[in-house]
RNA sequence: GGAGAGGUGGCAGAGCGGUUUAACGCGGCGGUCUUGAAAACCGUUGUGCCUUCACGGGCACCGGGGGUUCGAAUCCCUCCCUCUCCGCCA
């Protein structure tokens, strides 16, 4: 959510800003300042009605004390109208705050300045782009076909045990998954990212804190019986465990990283461009996770970034970076950048990171706050970014790295494989 | 899953209808003393919202929600969580 004081004093330029991502901005503001101002004036009254009911309290406690009987019960009869008007306001202060929360709900996050303007992925813009494209014969198979000719990728099993999009991997496919989850793991701890396993389901409070509840409500898994949520992503739990803290200055930045499985039901999404590992319900992710101060965010942006950057030189993947557009960028970031890796077989890029900067639109769900140099707390911004998702790094592997004798592995990671390639 | 006990400020721990605007202690912060430090002593000490140019003032918060009452940390209902014992179990 937006901050309501920023809404208020800066509320030209949250117009501005959230132009960009091609919404009635002055309309969905223009709702939330009415019901912001009819929230305070209800306050204001209810407060001073308040007082006045307490004052009246404390004098019948000490009237009874003094055994002043008669003007005790005068005083209490003053109370009824008093507790009536309570009871109406407060019904009116409730009702109105919750609309305010709606409204804020329906309000996505400021773009930051540097977000380029557009509508759709095309406007993207490609920040840069390094690694050669693999040279790959006329014949070279699309990974799917090749997990099936290697016996190490089994889509048709996880169909038979779950439904489509949930992939079985076996033999040296699953201990490819298992390597690059330890590589990425190992790379982030270097990195001064602190491991934590959180887990893998959460309560409907957590999925709201980081923006998932109510705007992706049909894209998660929901254990009904328990009302608990499959994580979609690591940084669901993560984030959330920093939820109403207030952290001291200096222990600034948090670093985490997890590794969890993710859970999408990827509704609507169907078609030529979903086979194989392209888009599945269940995939492995390695999540990095910041809380920094507002003045380094973005260079904590930057260094996500490079980090990412340094995991896909090394599995000697061709990516590229985009800026996203403000009308591709998702409803609680300020400013994101995907990595993408080239499938030399598909020939197609995939999206295997998304790195973000949420400002304080998330910590202002979550409560998230340190206490600066005044000692007075503030909103401390959150970052997150993938580091990253396995299944279409698998697929880039796979598809890039095929040769006559088998599919070779990355040298970086054969000291996790424990094998240099993979065999039929 | 069953039975019992309990959830109070950063920690520890009283309070069990109206001198509680939450005691005492520890910790934190500021000060006095000191060459400096320790000790001692004095003061101070949360979060959110409303209001005010400001100083300040008001309201709410004793696990969450609801109720009784003029008045609730204190009584009632309900949910959540923790602990102990029993049962089950990787």
Not at 122 to 127: F, G, L, Q, R, S
Not at 157 to 180: D, E, I, N
Not at 203 to 219: C, I, R
Request: charged letters at 25%; one cysteine or more; aromatic letters at 6%.
């Amino acid at each position: 959510m937006l901050e309501l004081s920023y809404l208020r004093e800066l509320r030209e330029e949250a117009v501005n800003r959230l132009n960009k991502r091609n919404i009635d901005a002055a309309g969905l503001i223009a709702k939330a300042a009415d019901l912001d101002g009819t929230r305070r004036t209800t306050q204001t009254a209810l407060d001073a009605k308040q007082s006045e009911l307490n004052d009246l309290s404390r004098s019948i406690g000490e009237l009874m004390k003094g055994g002043k009987k008669t003007e005790a019960e005068a005083a209490r009869a003053q109370t009824t109208a008093i507790k009536g008007d309570i009871q109406r306001m407060q019904e009116e202060l409730n009702a109105v705050e919750t609309a305010l929360r709606d409204q804020l709900c329906l309000i996505p996050n400021a773009p930051n300045a540097n977000v380029p303007p557009g509508k759709t992925p095309e406007d993207n813009i490609t920040v840069m782009e390094e690694g050669d494209k693999p040279v790959l014969p006329e014949d070279a198979k699309p990974h799917w076909e090749l997990g099936e000719d290697y016996g190490i990728l089994h889509m048709d099993l996880g169909v038979k045990l779950t439904g489509a999009g949930f992939p079985v991997y076996s033999g040296q496919g699953a201990k490819l998954q298992r390597a690059l989850i330890s590589f990425f793991l190992d790379r982030a701890i270097a990195a001064g990212y602190e491991e934590i396993i959180p887990p893998h389901m959460v309560n409907a409070e957590s999925a709201f804190a980081t923006g998932q509840l109510p705007d992706k409500e049909g894209q998660m898994y929901h254990a009904t019986a328990d009302g608990l949520y499959l994580i979609p992503t690591a940084e669901v739990p993560i984030t959330n465990l920093y939820r109403d803290v207030i952290v001291e200055a200096d222990k600034l930045p948090i670093r985490n990283v997890g590794y969890t499985p993710c859970f999408r039901r990827e509704a609507g999404s169907y078609g030529a461009h979903v086979r194989g590992l392209n888009r599945v319900h269940q995939f492995d992710k390695v999540e990095i996770v910041r809380i920094e101060k507002p003045e380094n965010s973005y260079a904590a942006l930057e260094g996500m970034v490079e980090h990412v950057k340094g995991l896909l030189r090394d599995l000697e993947l061709p990516y590229r970076q985009l800026l996203l557009c403000g009308g591709d960028m998702g409803f609680s970031s300020a400013l994101t950048y995907d990595m993408e890796v080239w499938a030399g077989a598909q020939k197609r890029w995939l999206e295997v990171s998304s790195i973000s900067c949420f400002e304080t639109y998330q910590s202002n769900r979550l409560k998230l706050r340190y206490r600066g140099e005044d000692k007075k707390p503030k909103l401390a911004h959150t970052l997150n970014g993938s580091a990253l998702a396995l299944a279409r790094i698998v697929a880039a592997i796979m598809e890039n790295n095929q040769t006559p004798e088998g599919i070779r592995m990355p040298k970086a990671l054969q000291a996790y494989t424990g094998f240099d390639m993979i065999r039929k």
